[in-house]
Structure formats: structure tokens, C-alpha cells
């Protein structure tokens, strides 16, 4: 999405529809898990907690003739997922059949660093397209699941790949959670981008304390596919692991006064990677990343991001008037609508890709431009940039940096 690199020549203001992103920090070691334990998922037992409903779907694209069945074994208390995986003949490539659960799953987040386990056993050990996939983090679990992150919105079902041995007995299948990743292409099920390539695409702690959905897979791959499935379950892994703990930018790059606020409105606090187009320390969140680091002026958060599926701003605008507060030191930066109608302040914001503002709505003794028109408040935190267009001013800004809560004193003077 960038136009401009760190390289570019002067800025004009006509010029600033642009990324700006952040730099590095320190991946420090908090607490850690020590002893090794099980959580489990899904079990096919009738137990509360653990019981869901799992649905076969076959292959539907373009005439696919994949088919496959679902069912539970009450007796043995297990899932029989089988099928067979044919050629979509327009396009002479394997399709899928898959089996899925929706539900609210227990938390998972102290696995981080550890296993998705799958207790199976199979009929067809040589079939090589079995795959996994769980969603978290989007609030469209069965589009995530459907697109891997190939078209807009479509991120959070991370997917990998298993295999399962000859034999008649049950056994536990270990995929490592660094195994998976939430681009992949949706024709064959192959990642796109490894978890090892870029670990933006890797389960986070975050993702794995909200599982939704969870998915079984035969696919790309032309065969007959039998899995028994006893149970689902994840592994705390059994030796210390490093955690991931959010930080600031080094001193010398950072632009603001403190550190951005936990528990950021609008579901901000939610991304907790950097999502922007060039390298930056893992442990940055968005809006560390976005609106504290003065190397990445010219950077912004993605475009259209209020838009996401677990941001989704205009549902949670407030009736009337909405306040936007500085996301480090909560002072009010902007309030809208204001001499204009809500649908007006939405086809201002969808015609940028990011929350617009007119000047009746800019609270101006805390936004600040510059002569390049950046746009900062008065604790210098970067907010957007000034883009003025033929209605006259406007302020283009990044949700992450407006997304504050206002603090104690503010909240006693906002009427």
C-alpha cells in the first residue's frame, strides 16, 4: 500500500496519502510456562465445554465433485471424517472436503510456543492432504476460513498441514502453532507466507485466547481420506518460553510522551503486530508502530482498516456525536459529525481509506500540523496527515493513534 519510502524526496501536502509505520524494540522473556499440560479443545464424548457440531461441506467451486461425510462414532467416542478428493474439472485440479465447528473454544493462549494436538487415527495413512485450520481473531470465522487471507479481510484462519502413521491404534499428532499461518492460497491449501517468512502470519497469544472455529481438511491432494478423531487439543509447551511483551521505540525515535494506552476503544488494543509494508521489531504493536516512531513518518496503518472485520468502527460510533482521544495521553483530538450528517462523515472517511475530519470537528488546542502537513497532538503523538481537498481542510488520521481513552482529568472536563 506505501507510496513513499524513507528515501523519497520533500514531501508536498499532495503527496501524503502514504504509509507511515515504526521500528524496532526489545523481545523480552516474561512469564513463561514451566510445567507441560493439556487443553482441550474438542472432544466427542458429549462433555460440556468440549462438544460441538461438526459439519461436512464438499468442494463447490466450479462444479467440484469432491465428496465427504461426517459423523460421531457415540459409541466410541469419536468423529469419522471421510470422503474422497476429485479433479474440479474446468480446472483439473484437486478440490477439498472439510469438516467444521463453530463455537467459543477454551482458551488456548498459554500454547503459545507449544501444539495443536490431534488424537487420530487413519484408514488412509498415505493420503498427503490432510490439513488443520482453526480461526480466531475475525469476526467472520467461515470467510477467514474460506479466502486464507487472499482477498480483503479474510485474515485470522490459520492453517497447516499433518500427517498421520499406519495403524489401527490412536495416536497423538503434534502440529508446532509455529507451523501454521493465515495466508495460504484458497485453490490448494498451500501457505502463501510462512509463519518463518514473516511472523505476521503466525497465532499470537491474542488469537489463541478467542479460537471461534476450528476445521478439519482433506485437500489439494486427489484420493480417498479416512480420519477417526478422538479428541482436539492443545499443548503448554514444557520448557520456559519467551513471550512476547509489547514495547516503546528507542528513546532516540520516540515521538511521544508515554506509552500508548492499554485496552484502546474500537478494538485497536487487538493488533498486536506491526501491519505495515516494511520490517519492524515483532514486539510493536500497530499503534506503537503507527503513531510513536518518528523513523516511520511517512508510514501508515493499512488502509480501510476501520473496515476489519474486529475493528469495525461504525458500529461502534456513539448515538450522536463521537469523541476521538489521543491514544497515548487521552486528550480529545477530534468530535464527529459536526455541521454535517453521519452518512456525510462516512463517505469522507470510505472516499480516503481512513477516519476523515472537517474543521468544525478538530478540537485544535491538541492538533498540530506541520509544514510538511503532518499532523501530531500536543503530546506528539503522529496522528495522520493534513490533506485538504476541494470541500476545503481535512485531516486524514490513523485509528490507531484517535482510539485513546480519556483520562481522569479529561473525562472531568468533557461535558
Given at each position: 500500500?506505501?507510496?513513499?519510502?524513507?528515501?523519497?524526496?520533500?514531501?508536498?501536502?499532495?503527496?501524503?496519502?502514504?504509509?507511515?509505520?515504526?521500528?524496532?524494540?526489545?523481545?523480552?522473556?516474561?512469564?513463561?510456562?514451566?510445567?507441560?499440560?493439556?487443553?482441550?479443545?474438542?472432544?466427542?464424548?458429549?462433555?460440556?465445554?468440549?462438544?460441538?457440531?461438526?459439519?461436512?461441506?464438499?468442494?463447490?467451486?466450479?462444479?467440484?465433485?469432491?465428496?465427504?461425510?461426517?459423523?460421531?462414532?457415540?459409541?466410541?467416542?469419536?468423529?469419522?471424517?471421510?470422503?474422497?478428493?476429485?479433479?474440479?474439472?474446468?480446472?483439473?485440479?484437486?478440490?477439498?472436503?472439510?469438516?467444521?465447528?463453530?463455537?467459543?473454544?477454551?482458551?488456548?493462549?498459554?500454547?503459545?510456543?507449544?501444539?495443536?494436538?490431534?488424537?487420530?487415527?487413519?484408514?488412509?495413512?498415505?493420503?498427503?492432504?490432510?490439513?488443520?485450520?482453526?480461526?480466531?481473531?475475525?469476526?467472520?470465522?467461515?470467510?477467514?476460513?474460506?479466502?486464507?487471507?487472499?482477498?480483503?479481510?479474510?485474515?485470522?484462519?490459520?492453517?497447516?498441514?499433518?500427517?498421520?502413521?499406519?495403524?489401527?491404534?490412536?495416536?497423538?499428532?503434534?502440529i508446532p502453532f509455529s507451523d501454521f499461518s493465515d495466508k495460504w492460497s484458497p485453490a490448494t491449501g498451500e501457505q502463501s507466507t510462512t509463519c518463518e517468512q514473516d511472523k505476521r502470519v503466525c497465532p499470537t497469544a491474542s488469537s489463541l485466547n478467542s479460537i471461534k472455529r476450528i476445521e478439519l481438511w482433506a485437500e489439494g491432494v486427489a484420493g480417498k481420506a479416512h480420519l477417526e478423531v478422538r479428541s482436539i487439543s492443545v499443548e503448554v509447551p514444557s520448557t520456559p518460553v519467551a513471550l512476547r511483551v509489547a514495547a516503546r521505540p528507542p528513546a532516540e525515535f520516540g515521538t511521544c510522551k508515554g506509552p500508548v494506552q492499554d485496552g484502546l476503544r474500537f478494538g485497536?488494543?487487538?493488533?498486536?503486530?506491526?501491519?505495515?509494508?516494511?520490517?519492524?521489531?515483532?514486539?510493536?504493536?500497530?499503534?506503537?508502530?503507527?503513531?510513536?516512531?518518528?523513523?516511520?513518518?511517512?508510514?501508515?496503518?493499512?488502509?480501510?482498516?476501520?473496515?476489519?472485520?474486529?475493528?469495525?468502527?461504525?458500529?461502534?460510533?456513539?448515538?450522536?456525536?463521537?469523541?476521538?482521544?489521543?491514544?497515548?495521553?487521552?486528550?480529545?483530538?477530534?468530535?464527529?459529525?459536526?455541521?454535517?450528517?453521519?452518512?456525510?462523515?462516512?463517505?469522507?472517511?470510505?472516499?480516503?481509506?481512513?477516519?476523515?475530519?472537517?474543521?468544525?470537528?478538530?478540537?485544535?488546542?491538541?492538533?498540530?500540523?506541520?509544514?510538511?502537513?503532518?499532523?501530531?497532538?500536543?503530546?506528539?503523538?503522529?496522528?495522520?496527515?493534513?490533506?485538504?481537498?476541494?470541500?476545503?481542510?481535512?485531516?486524514?488520521?490513523?485509528?490507531?493513534?484517535?482510539?485513546?481513552?480519556?483520562?481522569?482529568?479529561?473525562?472531568?472536563?468533557?461535558?
Amino acid at each position: 500500500f506505501f507510496l513513499l519510502t524513507p528515501s523519497s524526496p520533500p514531501l508536498s501536502v499532495d503527496s501524503l496519502v502514504v504509509f507511515r509505520m515504526r521500528a524496532a524494540v526489545t523481545f523480552a522473556v516474561g512469564a513463561a510456562c514451566t510445567t507441560a499440560s493439556s487443553i482441550d479443545l474438542a472432544t466427542f464424548d458429549g462433555k460440556a465445554g468440549t462438544t460441538f457440531k461438526f459439519v461436512e461441506l464438499n468442494d463447490p467451486v466450479m462444479g467440484g465433485k469432491s465428496t465427504g461425510t461426517w459423523q460421531v462414532n457415540a459409541a466410541g467416542n469419536f468423529g469419522v471424517f471421510d470422503g474422497e478428493v476429485v479433479n474440479v474439472p474446468s480446472l483439473r485440479a484437486p478440490g477439498f472436503i472439510k469438516a467444521a465447528a463453530d463455537g467459543q473454544f477454551a482458551d488456548a493462549s498459554a500454547a503459545l510456543g507449544g501444539d495443536l494436538v490431534l488424537e487420530v487415527r487413519s484408514s488412509t495413512p498415505d493420503y498427503t492432504g490432510f490439513r488443520a485450520a482453526f480461526a480466531a481473531g475475525t469476526m467472520s470465522p467461515s470467510y477467514a476460513c474460506a479466502a486464507g487471507g487472499s482477498i480483503p479481510l479474510s485474515r485470522g484462519c490459520f492453517k497447516a498441514k499433518f500427517s498421520v502413521p499406519a495403524g489401527h491404534d490412536f495416536v497423538q499428532i503434534r502440529i508446532p502453532f509455529s507451523d501454521f499461518s493465515d495466508k495460504w492460497s484458497p485453490a490448494t491449501g498451500e501457505q502463501s507466507t510462512t509463519c518463518e517468512q514473516d511472523k505476521r502470519v503466525c497465532p499470537t497469544a491474542s488469537s489463541l485466547n478467542s479460537i471461534k472455529r476450528i476445521e478439519l481438511w482433506a485437500e489439494g491432494v486427489a484420493g480417498k481420506a479416512h480420519l477417526e478423531v478422538r479428541s482436539i487439543s492443545v499443548e503448554v509447551p514444557s520448557t520456559p518460553v519467551a513471550l512476547r511483551v509489547a514495547a516503546r521505540p528507542p528513546a532516540e525515535f520516540g515521538t511521544c510522551k508515554g506509552p500508548v494506552q492499554d485496552g484502546l476503544r474500537f478494538g485497536i488494543s487487538g493488533r498486536t503486530t506491526p501491519d505495515i509494508p516494511v520490517p519492524v521489531d515483532e514486539n510493536e504493536t500497530l499503534a506503537e508502530a503507527v503513531c510513536c516512531d518518528s523513523r516511520t513518518k511517512v508510514y501508515a496503518e493499512p488502509q480501510f482498516l476501520y473496515q476489519a472485520p474486529d475493528i469495525s468502527l461504525y458500529s461502534k460510533l456513539e448515538a450522536g456525536v463521537t469523541t476521538f482521544y489521543d491514544s497515548v495521553c487521552g486528550v480529545p483530538l477530534f468530535r464527529a459529525p459536526m455541521n454535517r450528517t453521519l452518512a456525510e462523515f462516512k463517505a469522507d472517511t470510505d472516499e480516503h481509506g481512513w477516519p476523515s475530519f472537517r474543521p468544525a470537528e478538530v478540537v485544535k488546542e491538541h492538533v498540530i500540523e506541520d509544514k510538511d502537513g503532518f499532523v501530531f497532538s500536543s503530546c506528539g503523538t503522529h496522528l495522520g496527515s493534513y490533506l485538504p481537498d476541494e470541500q476545503g481542510p481535512r485531516w486524514c488520521m490513523d485509528l490507531s493513534c484517535i482510539a485513546g481513552n480519556p483520562t481522569a482529568t479529561v473525562s472531568q472536563l468533557i461535558v
